[in-house]
């Protein structure tokens, strides 16, 4: 049970304002609010996009009722999701456009914010020419948004610099399954998982990330199914894991060839699979040939026996399905990491079938449907290629353009952010090296931003234009198992702030694009974003709002109304590309691109903790989420802490090639002797990416945030108060 809601006064006085909202009365008095209505929708945070159903009254959110008819949560919900609906009332909402003066911030009209926002934009192309703008959009966007921002920097702004905040998430997972596979999804619905006898587990803290799948692994074990999970920290999973793989940050490549060895020296493959549906085998069994236990343990730290075992459970089960998230993904090799995870299960015939896959675990509300339709720097709706001749035709008769207006493929995140160091680009964050960011957005000759919260990297706006929450504008989002879902419209945008969308309509009028963007709702955007997808690999062609709301979702792809949507893919034995068959590839182990060495000899790893959700921008407003983790702490073994003199509480400063931080330890047993662990959901000086580096993957363009080498020493004592559990949260 909840512990009882502490007063404003004292939240605000412990945290500070911005950090300890509770709402007028506490949350006793809002429970009792009787609503108007109750709204059917999905939770704005993570990519489960769990169902829920808020509690509208006077045009407010004031609670919410779970939604047990759901199929994929029932009701349950995890802690953001229970209090998601406080962020609506909450003191910080932007209520009006804001124009940077030097005095600061101050309340502007729509008309003034809008006409220097297309004035600005004008003078920077028409000196530096198109491309010296570029957009960075959003994973949380509903589908709509993305698909319309994508239009707007391409037709709009004629700009091929346009990338998104799921550059830094999902995308080593999506450019490796495109290789293998030919389509960016999870293969199977997340109720296969029970129905497996072997749940593989990597790189994904399931309980804090994605609270709600944990209870799909536990009815996979429930019905007999082992489980078996890899990570550097004993997360919460792994107290009641079958078999612990307890590698060191950035070796899952090597964890993952010496499965592979083992399942392939042992006769466990399954051969007939693989000749049937597969090409490429021989080559990558000749390069795990190599990788035998011994050596993918000492690279590791897994013992061989533990390896060997994991590989049998594998090879030898019917059905397997493997989990993997981040910790794989957000590496300088997360392409070859998410490659080998499917070559293994390519090679154990582990595909296909109910209770047989490999599942990416999206972390963004619409990680999944906000890289299918354009926002992506490389990819056109329906997760079209940008330099396919075909592709770029079939979307230029939909948006009534010639196939060579469509600009080639842009910049990612990161190297748009090294362009503007460069001096290249000046834009319209979560991004590594936060130094080197902000670097860059202080060079900026126009910087605009749209949001509904004052982020940190809205303090560097020259314009911050008020947007919309996700319930105050309809749309649609694709769920972690490819499943597209109704984002109902509970309530309208407070105060003088406009839905995000009718903020892009209106800048692409002033700047003269009117005739390209003629919707009068997101249901006309959908309609044409329907057709725009149509033939391609993520079709919605077939998908409609209402069917969604009959079916509680639809699986893509969905070429026709009639269609019944693929809850899984490759049933009928063939894969998205032109032969049909799925490619094994040569994954080459390397090592991480930030070095271990005398004076930064231990590994640091970040990541997320339950109650917070990414760059923390909503969640730290939220007083409940704050009070559970006021603060990020340094996660340390007692061997490491006993070696640096540090114990519980100590303030630890965490130096890296890059900067330094100082953070309370928290001394534990969960975590290898060699590595330490920051969460990342806090800004300025207590920024774990102020630490991370900004080595690329050179397939997907992801940074390397799970591996930094870095040093650790006992720091001075300095004033601070004590949060929950004698925690010192420090407040200068």
């Known amino acids: ?11 605000v006085a412990r ?25 059917k929708t999905h939770c704005c945070f993570c990519g489960q996009q769990c169902g829920i159903q808020l509690k509208v009254r006077d045009n407010a959110v004031v609670g919410f009722e779970p939604w047990e008819e759901f199929p994929f949560n029932q009701g349950m919900l995890c802690p953001k999701g229970v209090r998601r609906y406080l962020q609506s009332a909450h003191p910080d909402r932007l209520l009006a456009p804001l124009l940077r003066t030097p005095e600061g911030f101050r309340p502007a009209s729509w008309d003034a914010a809008l006409d220097l926002t297309v004035r600005r934009l004008r003078e920077i192309q028409e000196r530096h020419g198109k491309d010296a703008v570029a957009l960075y959009g959003g994973a949380s966007l509903t589908t709509e948004k993305a698909y319309l921002l994508g239009k707007f920097a391409r037709v ?46 990597i790189g994904a803290n399931i309980a804090e990330c994605a609270p709600i799948t944990t209870q799909y692994l536990w009815r996979c074990r429930d019905a007999g199914g082992r489980l078996i999970v890899a990570d550097p920290r004993l997360t919460p999973i792994t107290r009641n894991a079958d078999l612990y793989l307890p590698l060191r940050p950035g070796t899952d490549l090597a964890l993952l060839l010496g499965l592979l060895h083992v399942v392939l020296r042992d006769g466990l493959e399954d051969r007939g699979f693989i000749a049937a549906h597969t090409t490429g085998f021989d ?31 594998l090879g030898e089960a019917e059905r397997a399905v493997t989990l993997h998230a981040r910790g794989l ?113 202080a060079k900026l000759e126009f910087f605009g931003v749209v949001d509904f919260f004052l982020s940190e990297t809205a303090h560097y706006a020259d314009v911050v234009l008020a947007g919309s929450l996700q ?72 998908i409609t709002y209402e069917r969604i709301d009959r079916e509680m979702g639809v699986f893509w792809p969905c070429p026709s109304e009639d269609h019944p949507g ?67 702490r340094l996660e340390i073994h007692p061997r490491l802490a006993a070696e640096h003199g540090i114990a519980e509480g100590d303030r630890v400063t965490v130096t890296t090639r890059r900067d330094a931080i100082t953070l309370p330890a928290m001394v534990v047993r ?42 650790i020493a006992k720091a001075a004592a300095a004033p601070g108060v004590r949060g929950p559990g004698g925690l010192r949260v420090v407040t200068d």
Request: aromatic share 8%; with cysteine.
């Open 329 to 441: 993904e957000h590496q300088s090799k997360g392409v070859e990491n998410c490659l080998a995870v499917i070559n293994l299960t390519l090679a154990t015939g582990q595909i296909g079938r109910e209770g047989a896959g490999c599942m990416m675990v999206t972390g963004q509300g619409n990680g999944q449907g906000g890289r299918e339709h354009g926002q992506k720097c490389d990819q056109l709706p329906g997760q079209r290629s940008i330099a396919d001749p075909a592709a770029r035709e079939h979307v230029a008769r939909v948006w009534g353009i010639a196939p060579e207006e469509i600009p080639p493929a842009g910049l990612s995140a990161v190297e748009i952010m090294e362009a503007i160091h460069r001096g290249e680009i000046n834009p319209l964050v979560s991004l590594p090296d936060a130094s080197f960011t902000r670097e860059a957005l």
């Open 1 to 11: 049970m909840a512990s009882p809601p502490q007063p404003l006064a004292e939240l």
């Open 156 to 201: 709009a702004l004629g700009t091929r610099h346009i990338d998104y905040n799921g550059r830094l998430c999902m995308v080593s997972a999506g450019t490796a399954y495109k290789l293998a596979f030919g389509v960016d999804r999870s293969p199977n619905p997340w109720s296969d998982i029970p129905k497996a006898q072997v749940a593989f587990v």
């Open 670 to 711: 969960t975590i290898r002797p060699d590595t330490v662990f920051i969460a990342y959901h806090w800004p300025g000086e207590q920024s774990a990416n102020r630490l991370t580096h900004r080595t690329l993957d050179p397939r997907s363009k992801i940074p390397e945030f799970k591996v930094s080498a870095c040093r």
């Open 566 to 632: 693929t809850p899984r893919l490759f049933e009928a034995g063939r894969f998205f590309h032109a032969d049909g068959r799925a490619r094994f590839t040569v994954t080459e182990w390397r090592e991480s691109g930030d070095p271990l060495d005398a004076d930064f000899p231990v590994l640091l790893t970040t990541g997320r903790v339950v109650s917070q959700y990414l760059s923390g921008t909503q969640t730290r407003r939220i007083g409940a989420l704050v009070d559970q983790f006021p603060g990020p």
């Open 471 to 542: 319930e105050e504008e309809e749309g649609v989002v694709c769920s972690a198992e490819g499943r597209v879902l109704h984002i109902q419209q509970a309530v309208d945008p407070p105060g003088d702030a406009w839905p995000d969308t009718r903020i892009y309509l209106e800048l692409a009028r002033r700047l003269g694009k009117e005739k390209y963007f003629p919707y009068q709702s997101s249901r006309d955007i959908f309609a044409e974003l329907r057709e725009a997808s149509r033939g391609g690999v993520a079709d919605y062609a077939g």
């Open 283 to 313: 080559a990558v069994a000749e390069s795990v040939a190599a990788w035998d236990p011994e050596r993918a343990g000492r690279v590791t730290g897994v013992p061989p026996a533990a390896i060997e075992k994991a590989a049998h459970w």
């Open 15 to 39: 945290y500070g304002p911005h950090l300890a909202y509770a709402p007028p009365g506490g949350y006793a008095e809002q429970r009792a609010n009787a609503p108007d209505r109750l709204v």
